[in-house]
T-cell receptor
Framework: SAVISQKPSRDICQRGTSLTIQCQVDSQVTMMFWYRQQPGQSLTLIATANQGSEATYESGFVIDKFPISRPNLTFSTLTVSNMSPEDSSIYLC??????????FGPGTRLTVL | AQSVAQPEDQVNVAEGNPLTVKCTYSVSGNPYLFWYVQYPNRGLQFLLKYITGDNLVKGSYGFEAEFNKSQTSFHLKKPSALVSDSALYFCAVRGPRDDKIIFGKGTRLHILP
């Protein structure tokens, strides 16, 4: 298993600003993932972040809007840039531990006014 | 492309009765299948997985799931429901050569006292 923490747990931001979300894991992992979830809805994968390489973005998500850093095997950040109310969501990071099994952080609840 | 379907938005079960939450999938090759649970205002928790071996897999909190290759299904089951099982349940699938997991839209389970 893995213990994952995220900061901040929640934030309220003004449109046009940017927020960086941090994800910290208690062990070294190769693959980290960033998801977005509307409350009570399914998870949508934003990107896959491997240490030492550029993040791989899913259709509909671009690096200019959601830049990701992965400086080492225990840490990653996701920035939500130039925010609009449509970006209001829960952002989750996860890590793959074994054979496709993922563990999730508690999430960051973002509200954009 | 892989996909997963949860045909029921909500399932209501009386406490003490057996419960089933349905899931069907589509993937090229042998699937990796997962169930996750999300309690209110909390992150996703891993319940169980199927990769190979026995078609009936047992997981956390007394849950189990049955892999049926001919019906491409992976239904979640529990013999006797508890009120505390009330939560949002996600089925997920990954192809054998994929890095990412695709989540279903979720099924809200209500256990009635």
């Amino acid at each position: 298993s893995a213990v994952i923490s995220q900061k901040p747990s929640r934030d309220i931001c003004q449109r046009g600003t940017s927020l960086t979300i941090q994800c910290q894991v208690d062990s070294q992992v190769t693959m980290m993932f960033w998801y977005r979830q509307q409350p009570g809805q399914s998870l949508t994968l934003i990107a896959t972040a491997n240490q030492g390489s550029e993040a791989t973005y899913e259709s509909g998500f671009v690096i200019d809007k959601f830049p990701i850093s992965r400086p080492n095997l225990t840490f990653s950040t996701l920035t939500v840039s130039n925010m609009s109310p449509e970006d209001s969501s829960i952002y989750l990071c996860s890590v793959e531990v074994t054979a496709g099994e993922q563990f999730f952080g508690p999430g960051t609840r973002l509200t954009v006014l | 492309a892989q996909s997963v379907a949860q045909p029921e938005d909500q399932v209501n079960v009386a406490e003490g009765n057996p419960l089933t939450v349905k899931c069907t999938y589509s993937v090229s090759g042998n699937p990796y299948l997962f169930w996750y649970v999300q309690y209110p205002n909390r992150g996703l928790q891993f319940l169980l997985k199927y990769i190979t071996g026995d078609n009936l897999v047992k997981g956390s909190y007394g849950f189990e799931a049955e892999f049926n290759k001919s019906q491409t299904s992976f239904h979640l089951k529990k013999p006797s429901a508890l009120v505390s099982d009330s939560a949002l349940y996600f089925c997920a699938v990954r192809g054998p050569r994929d890095d990412k997991i695709i989540f279903g839209k979720g099924t809200r389970l209500h256990i009635l006292p």
